[in-house]
């Protein structure tokens, strides 16, 4: 198998304060997780590449010193939104690179509103 | 640069009526193609992909796609539609993370 999971599946914070999102490969190793944002009725739009002992790499327009990602080990990544305000409130989504199939493996999806 | 564009943002079909929804893809190398489907406040399920071999590609719930690289296209169709089967649909092209169409939401009518 190759399962991904989220932690939490959804938070409501206040704003100002800082939201912290795990993804998880549970039965495969990911030297890269991939996390993703999705706003409501629209597609998912990738906001950076992590990569396992290495700093992330970000898209263009996404602010790394809001999004910090870390990928400390070959199963765990994650997402800090930091200082959250009511625009970061989207649904964010990782995934794992699983070598040697050419796909990537989705978490469930974490739901974040910040008030 | 790799992209793909969904042609339709929203389909609409009777239950048992054939299932299309378009797909193209822009690559400058042999592209890896996927479908998903995301149902409500839920995370993506992969219908299909395609990587290499034989163009047409069968998944789950009955939905096939046929890769036409002189078409540049990897349309998904269903030959009889479900209820079930109502839902966002999204094309995406693997490259460094997935990029994603802007999805197409089916409606099924009874």
Not at chain 2, 29 to 50: A, I, R, S, T
């Amino acid at each position: 198998g190759a399962v991904v999971s989220q932690h939490p599946s959804w938070v409501i914070c206040k704003s100002g304060t800082s939201v912290k999102i795990e993804c998880r490969s549970l039965d495969f190793q990911a030297t890269t997780m991939f996390w993703y944002r999705q706003f409501p009725k629209q597609s998912l739009m990738l906001m950076a590449t992590s990569n396992e002992g290495s700093k992330a790499t970000y898209e263009q327009g996404v602010e790394k010193d809001k999004f910090l990602i870390n990928h400390a080990s070959l199963t765990l990544s994650t997402l800090t939104v930091t200082s959250a305000h009511p625009e970061d409130s989207s649904f964010y989504i990782c995934s794992a690179d699983k070598r040697p199939y050419n796909e990537q493996f989705f978490g469930p999806g974490t739901r974040l509103t910040v008030l | 640069a790799q992209s793909v564009t969904q042609l339709g943002s929203h389909v609409s079909v009777s239950e048992g009526a054939l299932v299309l929804l378009r797909c193209n893809y822009s690559s400058s190398v042999p592209p890896y193609l996927f479908w998903y489907v995301q149902y409500p406040n839920q995370g993506l399920q992969l219908l299909l992909k395609y990587t290499t071999g034989a163009t047409l590609v069968k998944g789950i719930n009955g939905f096939e796609a046929e890769f036409k690289k002189s078409e540049t296209s990897f349309h998904l169709t269903k030959p009889s539609a479900h209820m079930s089967d109502a839902a966002e649909y999204f094309c995406a092209v693997s490259g460094r993370g997935m990029r994603f169409g802007a999805g197409t939401r089916l409606t099924v009518k009874p």
